[in-house]
């Protein structure tokens, strides 16, 4: 059964071979045996999904069901869900139950899904390796058969990693800088990060808010459409949601791909790219051109800058998001403060780990009297260029395609020393999130037995598009139904 | 671009976070590093180029100006550190 897809465990349901209490108990079984080899979740809420579970069976016996009535699935930490802790990763929330549902737990709840509990991540999602969580770093599935502990990627990395184990079979996921695509391709699923405001935020605990967009994560492209058929929408509780009709995701994942146009960005198929990957990222657009796209060059002469103004951007804006974690209404509180200043200042510096408080210092230094023009502003202006670049290749082509990474997944503890280095894992994934465009990490070949993503990044609004192709291509390769040994 | 243990001391002070002299040294180097990363905007030039704060340059939504949510006071204060009748409670601010 855990090696069934959404789509194919709802049609057990429909079918009424297994009611949903014995697939999540199922679940829930095998995830407490398993999770011990991949710390993916940070909390199992075994009570709260077999009430779920139970709860929709009534809705199916009602008549009422939807395609995610009695499916598990599950969130990453940073989604609140009303009565289950959210702790985005974060001693600072260790104790937080959030008194409310984010609007994207809501809509699932909604439809009938049944979360088995929260995933690991990156603490605030700060990372690209969910080693920064104050839960533990996260084992990715792949490598371990060789005695390796290879890292997730992160910041989504605790859901990637469930997913690929087949702990649930599919996850939420958000991603501010490559954080749902990183660890997508790392672990050989499927990811999609969304346009930014074509998903709530509502909930979605804050890092940089004109940035984070949360998304689907599943195995095969036909879950994340059913995925963000849930999740997309308007929500009035979110002011950067926009307002534009949601199309069923599913209904084109089938049409044919002859005459798409892919665009290759040059820039993306640089020497930072091991030899080896690209060899895999070529094979696959291969298979597209198979398929009848055709191929062209294309260039984006400021995505070199995009990490540069990612690094004042997402800091700064975080170090606005977490001034709201001061001790006094909800989270962690340091022990006998003597005065205001010294609760604040010492539950920030024992609240937060290493990663989040460089981002806040980097980040309120950006900010502060001084420095906002040649930072802040200056970062923004560059934010334009690079969105310009974009939307110049998007008159020539359908689609961009890249490698989502430079090489696959890494050892653990390898980049942690050094901040910067792990902050250059994003190369290719960093420039989307700064012009606010869709792009999905699709299954693509292995190095070394490790699994790589192929990045297709898509103009505004196009993630059916999106999941057209890389359903498409997932029926002409099986590379997102390996499983890791 | 390097930043000075002094700047480290400003900014922790900013942004309310006990940094002791060990740390500060750790930070100057980490920070140092990440200043130098970002140092490459500097070459770009932006000189007629408008600052992009939203990608499809929205403009907040207002809504009517009406009571729309219900006092969830006790639920709110049930996470709290510490309360009492009604309100939060940190350290004495007024002697």
Redesign the interface.
């Known amino acids: 059964m855990h090696n069934k897809s959404v789509a194919e465990l709802s049609r057990e349901l429909e079918s009424g071979k297994m009611s949903s209490v014995e697939l999540t108990q199922q679940f829930l079984d095998r995830l407490k045996s398993e999770d011990g080899k991949y710390n993916s979740f940070i909390t199992v809420s075994d009570e709260q999904a077999l009430a779920e579970a139970r709860a929709a069976d009534e809705m199916r016996a009602a008549g009422k069901a939807t395609v995610w009535t009695g499916v598990p699935f599950a969130h990453k930490d940073i989604f609140c869900t009303s009565g289950v802790r959210t702790s985005c990763g974060s001693k600072m929330l260790d104790?937080?139950?959030p008194?409310y549902d984010a609007t994207v737990t809501a809509k699932f709840k909604q439809a009938g899904a049944v979360c088995l509990g929260k995933t690991n991540m990156d603490e605030f999602a700060m990372g690209s390796s969910n080693e920064s969580s104050f839960y533990g770093p996260v084992t990715n599935p792949w490598g371990l058969a060789n005695g390796d502990k290879r890292v997730p990627g992160g910041s989504s990395g605790g859901s990637a990693a469930a997913v690929a184990a087949r702990l649930v079979p599919a996850a939420t996921g958000t991603d501010t800088g490559g954080s749902i695509r990183q660890p997508a391709a790392l672990c050989g699923i499927t990811g999609l990060k969304p346009?930014?405001?074509r998903v709530s935020r509502y909930g979605m605990i804050a890092f940089a808010s004109?940035l984070d967009q949360g998304g689907p994560m599943a195995r095969t492209a036909e879950d994340a459409a059913l995925m963000l058929n849930v999740m997309a929408g308007h929500d009035?509780k979110d002011?950067?949601c926009?307002?534009r009709d949601v199309p069923d995701y599913t209904a084109t994942l089938n049409e044919p791909l002859k005459g798409l146009k892919i665009g290759l960005p040059k820039e993306y198929f640089s020497d930072q790219l091991s030899p080896a990957m690209e060899e895999q990222v070529r094979n696959a657009i291969r298979e597209y051109e198979k398929l009848g796209a055709t191929v062209k060059e294309v260039s984006l002469p400021?995505a070199?800058?995009a990490?540069?103004?990612y690094?004042?951007i997402a800091p700064a804006e975080a170090?606005a998001n977490l001034?709201r974690f001061?001790?006094?209404?909800?989270?962690y509180?340091c022990e006998q403060?003597?005065?205001?200043?010294?609760?604040?200042?010492?539950t920030?510096?024992e609240g937060?780990g290493n990663e989040v408080?460089?981002r806040?210092?980097?980040g309120?230094?950006?900010l502060?009297a001084g420095y906002f023009d040649?930072?802040y502003?200056?970062?923004?202006?560059?934010?334009?260029?690079i969105?310009q670049d974009f939307i110049n290749a998007f008159k020539e082509v359908d689609i961009l395609m890249s490698p989502v990474t430079p090489s696959p997944a890494f050892i653990q503890g390898e980049k942690t020393t050094?901040?910067?280095s792990m902050?250059l894992e994003d190369v290719f994934t960093i420039a989307i999130n700064l012009?606010?465009?869709p792009a999905m990490s699709v299954p693509a070949g292995f190095v070394d037995g490790l699994p790589v993503g192929l990045q297709m990044i898509g103009d505004?609004f196009s993630e059916a598009r999106l999941l057209n192709a890389a359903h498409q291509f997932q029926q002409v390769t099986d590379w997102h139904q390996r499983e890791p040994k | 671009m390097s930043?000075s243990r002094a700047?480290?001391e400003?900014?922790?002070v900013?942004?309310?976070?006990?940094?002791d002299s060990e740390q500060v040294s750790a930070?100057e180097k980490?920070?140092g590093?990440?200043?130098?990363?970002?140092?490459?905007?500097?070459a770009?030039d932006?000189d007629s180029?408008?600052?992009?704060?939203?990608?499809?340059d929205?403009v907040?939504?207002l809504?009517p100006d009406v009571v729309s949510e219900t006092s969830?006071r006790e639920?709110?204060q049930?996470?709290?550190?510490?309360t009492e009748d009604g309100l939060?409670l940190?350290?004495?601010?007024i002697e």
Do not use: C, W
């Open positions: 104790n937080f139950v008194p346009t930014y405001g004109s009035p002011s950067t926009i307002d400021n070199k800058l990490i540069a103004a690094y004042v170090s001034s001061d001790g006094a209404r909800y989270g509180r403060p003597k005065d205001l200043m010294d609760m604040y200042t010492r920030r510096a937060f408080k460089r806040i210092l980097v309120t230094y950006a502060s040649a930072y502003l200056k970062a923004q202006k560059v934010r334009r260029l969105q050094d901040p910067v902050y012009a606010g465009i505004y | 930043i700047d480290i400003k900014v922790a900013l942004a309310r976070i006990k940094v930070l980490d920070l590093n990440i200043l130098d990363l970002v140092d490459q905007l500097s770009a932006t180029v408008e600052p992009m704060a939203h990608p499809l929205a907040q939504k809504r969830q639920a709110f049930a996470i709290a550190p510490a939060y940190v350290p004495r601010v």
